[in-house]
């Protein structure tokens, strides 16, 4: 049996959608666990609605805690030999559970993971294929190969070309969890992906299948600039402190070094976008929000070596308005950008 983790905060315009697909499932034997995190709209309410009398779906309320503690209670009362987590703003392929299943025993992997499609503004992207699609993956290339690819590409230039971070997409051997003692951290902001690197560490074999069976909804840049807020920074550079650690021992550690050094220049990079979009009616503002953010400890950290020649034209341009904070020439080539 599998058990699906659905962490719910607030999502009464999505979470209808994401029922339905669960619902929609070829493979049957699954248990649905619907986790309020102390939603104050209308969720629950839907849920009720949506799953009807289908005893496999149960819901649990519970006071708010964050993404990760609300994730952890599933886990917490999940029955099933595989576990794997869909947020309630997203939703599955109705084969997702038979395939992913269907590969997680023939591989007899302890994580197996599929394609991802990320919707936005109307527009589907299709994540990364990556060359060992389709293949039983052993531990070491797990450590060598697939960890550092959750953090960045191998090479900057190639920014798509890296694994999705979160814990969605993954089907997971319970006793993988259960023998290894991991668990979320308290973070509400990247702890998804934290929880994956560690049990890619530990897994024996993991299996990527190349087909994209979820569907990943993404916020419209405009309504992100709370990922600004002091105390999600904060957070970021929490999770970065807990990867390092993670990959602390492993051959691959100078390796995962380099790459939060290169996801870091694309982390400033983004903020700067979201400055620029979150004010557009507002010049001055949105200026002065640059120029802060440029002088940030972090920023001047991350573009304090020499940027590469061969990065894409574009790219190596914002990032020397960035390394240099010329922030006016940044918001205006930003605003070019995206004419």
Not at 111 to 116: A, D, G, H, K, Y
Not at 181 to 198: I, K, P, S
């Amino acid at each position: 049996m599998i058990s699906i983790i659905v962490p719910m905060y607030n999502v009464e315009k999505y979470i209808r959608r994401c029922i339905l697909s669960l619902k929609s499932q070829t493979y049957t034997d699954i248990e649905v666990l619907l986790v309020d995190d102390g939603s104050s709209d209308n969720t629950v309410k839907i849920c009720k609605e949506s799953f009807q009398d289908d005893p496999r779906f149960i819901i649990y309320q519970k006071n708010n805690e964050g993404p990760g503690k609300t994730r952890e209670y599933g886990v917490n009362h999940a029955n099933g030999e595989y576990i794997c987590f869909v947020d309630a703003d997203d939703w599955i392929d109705s084969t997702f559970c038979e395939k992913m299943i269907y590969f997680a025993g023939i591989s007899k992997a302890d994580l197996t993971r599929c394609n991802v499609v990320i919707h936005q503004n109307g527009v589907d992207e299709y994540m990364w294929n990556p060359p060992f699609a389709d293949t039983v993956l052993d531990n070491n290339f797990i450590v060598n190969e697939a960890l550092p690819l959750m953090i960045a590409p191998r090479d900057e230039k190639n920014y798509k070309e890296r694994l999705p971070r979160g814990c969605v997409a993954t089907l997971i051997r319970r006793t993988l969890i259960s023998e290894s003692g991991v668990h979320f951290t308290g973070l509400r902001n990247g702890e998804d992906a934290v929880y994956t690197m560690q049990l890619m560490v530990l897994a024996k074999k993991m299996y990527y299948v190349h087909e994209y069976l979820y569907h990943y909804e993404k916020e419209n840049e405009s309504s992100l600039s709370s990922t600004l807020v002091p105390q999600v920074l904060s957070q970021r550079e929490e999770k970065r402190k807990i990867i390092i650690e993670i990959a602390k021992g492993l051959p691959s550690y100078n390796e995962v070094l380099r790459r939060c050094e290169q996801e870091d220049r694309r982390m400033v990079y983004s903020d700067a976008r979201l400055i620029v979009h979150s004010h557009k009616g507002n010049i001055g503002k949105t200026i002065t929000n640059l120029r802060e953010l440029l002088k940030r400890d972090s920023s001047r950290l991350a573009f304090q070596g020499r940027i590469r020649h061969d990065l894409p034209f574009q790219m190596k341009v914002l990032y020397f308005l960035i390394k240099h904070k010329m922030s006016i020439m940044l918001y205006l080539a930003i605003r070019l950008k995206n004419k």
